[in-house]
């Protein structure tokens, strides 16, 4: 924990702080006050953003919520690594953008203390923490159970593809589509995993299903 600034214990839009040790502290705030009065019992919903999909590919955008919608980090992530034409055509982040921000390592621990015991979902998990790996230094993640929302929504629709040998896989604005939610600002990190409580919800309360 970073000392000698007082930070209001709140959940913090870090992508307003002024300066890299206030965002890293806002960071450290937000999960200590989150972690102290909210029922650590609810899922927690997280996506990136990155510089592309390749085993050298880093994130530049995180954002975690609760099953409630609690925003609890929302950061851009420094990296000197450009990112890809093709990863930034998605996600529209300037590089000149992540100057300032915090190093995904400076922030490592608190995700680390947020995550801990938790449920985690994202849609297409297996990449998101790939991805938070290969921007970590030795990230453990032994006491999360991860879930993946794309796998999980696949088998909600049952539309079998004997081509990919599983169910098909839909989009993230699609599966909100389903449940007659539109999916704005799609592809930055805080709308992407506001929309996965979405799909959960839907999912939680529909027929037998049990997510």
């Avoid at 925003?71 to 000149?96: C, M, N, Q, W």
Wanted: charge should be negative; aromatic fraction near 10%.
């Amino acid at each position: 924990m970073l000392a000698n600034l007082v930070l209001q214990p709140s959940l913090i839009d870090t992508n307003t702080a002024t300066s890299t040790l206030q965002q890293i502290e806002a960071i450290f705030t937000a999960v200590d006050h989150y972690n102290q009065n909210h029922d650590d019992s609810k899922p927690l919903f997280f996506d990136t953003e990155t510089t592309g999909g390749g085993k050298d590919d880093q994130l530049i955008e995180i954002a975690i919520c609760d099953s409630d919608r609690n925003v609890i980090v929302d950061t851009l992530i420094y990296t000197e690594r450009p990112s890809h034409p093709g990863a930034f055509k998605v996600h529209g982040v300037h590089p000149h953008e992540l100057i300032g921000k915090p190093t995904f390592t400076d922030i490592q621990s608190a995700i680390i203390s947020l995550l801990k015991g938790r449920t985690l979902y994202a849609y297409n998990a297996s990449f998101d923490v790939r991805m938070m790996r290969q921007s970590a230094n030795k990230l453990r993640l032994q006491t999360v159970e991860v879930k993946c929302l794309m796998k999980q929504f696949a088998d909600f629709m049952g539309n079998y593809s004997p081509y990919f040998g599983h169910n098909r896989y839909y989009s993230l604005s699609k599966a909100c589509q389903h449940f007659g939610v539109e999916h704005t600002n799609a592809h930055r990190a805080k709308a992407d995993a506001l929309a996965c409580v979405t799909v959960w919800e839907g999912m939680h309360t529909s027929h037998h299903w049990d997510y």
